[in-house]
């Protein structure tokens, strides 16, 4: 059973992490908490969700209480080369790069450092083919964030498919007697792609954990990617007109 995704610096991740953004203060320490009595030992965070701090008390008080040692977790920031030189993160990657950004950094002369990762946009609407082929195929592992369709983003338009509420993805839920947030996220374990739910409810924390335990037919999987319609719950609009902006390439 895979449980974990291999970087290209020797490291492993754990598959299933527990994604904080959105998740607020007071909210989040508890969903930490919640999360790693559940068995997770990857959180994905960053400076700008402006929550690490109660992240990192989570954290302790969880190493505190002896439930879980420093060394068995995995916390993705978003850092930096600098980092790396001084032994302080042990694997560097980057988020929302197409393919030829990929490229332009593998080609960059005197590269110091190959991402270990690529963090993007995925699920069922967005189902990232030739990226993740691509990545994996230059041995840098993909995380997929908003695997849930982010139901929650401030900007969802009531138009908008909701992959949670979609009745094929239900109907393939309850064949496996799951939930439709647990086949979202065993599309990507199968895959060999980490994902990162986010949710700040403890009930939710420990569902979404659960995904271990059965396994989509190639069939199911095939089903799944075929819900591709290169829907993106996060466009980014305020960055378009950005010389580097990411997201028209295809890929
Ligand atoms: P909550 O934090 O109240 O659980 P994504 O990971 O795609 O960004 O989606 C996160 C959203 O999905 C949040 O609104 C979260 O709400 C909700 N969510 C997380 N887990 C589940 C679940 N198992 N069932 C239904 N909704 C969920």
Request: proline share 5%; hydrophobic share 40%.
């Given at each position: ?17 527990l994604?904080t953004?959105r998740a607020s203060e007071g909210q989040v320490g508890q969903a930490v908490r ?9 959180i994905?965070g960053?400076?700008?969700y402006?929550n690490e701090a109660e992240v990192?008390a989570g ?141 700040s ?51």
């Amino acid at each position: 059973m895979t449980t974990s995704v291999s970087l290209g610096t020797g490291a492993s991740m754990p598959i299933v992490g527990l994604g904080t953004w959105r998740a607020s203060e007071g909210q989040v320490g508890q969903a930490v908490r919640a999360a790693i009595l559940s068995g997770y030992r990857h959180i994905d965070g960053a400076f700008v969700y402006q929550n690490e701090a109660e992240v990192g008390a989570g954290l302790k008080a969880m190493m505190q209480q002896g439930v879980v040692k420093r060394e068995e977790l995995f916390i993705v920031s978003k850092a930096m080369e600098e980092l790396v030189d001084c032994g302080l993160v042990k694997a560097i990657g980057v988020s929302n790069f197409n393919q030829q950004q990929i490229e332009a950094i593998l080609n960059k002369p005197g590269l110091k450092y190959k991402p270990a990762n690529n963090q993007i946009e995925c699920h069922p609407y967005l189902t990232q083919e030739k990226l993740i082929s691509y990545c994996h195929s230059k041995g840098i592992s993909v995380t997929a964030y908003s695997p849930l369709g982010s139901p929650d983003r401030p900007w969802a338009k009531p138009d908008e498919p909701s992959l949670l509420e979609d009745p094929k993805i239900k109907a393939i839920a309850s064949k496996h007697s799951k939930t439709s947030a647990q086949v979202l996220i065993r599309f990507h374990v199968q895959r060999n792609v980490a994902v990162i739910p986010k949710s700040s409810n403890p009930q939710r924390i420990k569902e979404n954990f659960q995904v271990f335990d059965f396994e989509l037919s190639a069939e199911d999987m095939k089903t799944i990617l075929s819900f591709n319609r290169n829907f993106r719950g996060f466009k980014m609009e305020w960055a378009s007109q950005h010389k580097d902006f990411p997201l028209n390439a295809e890929c």
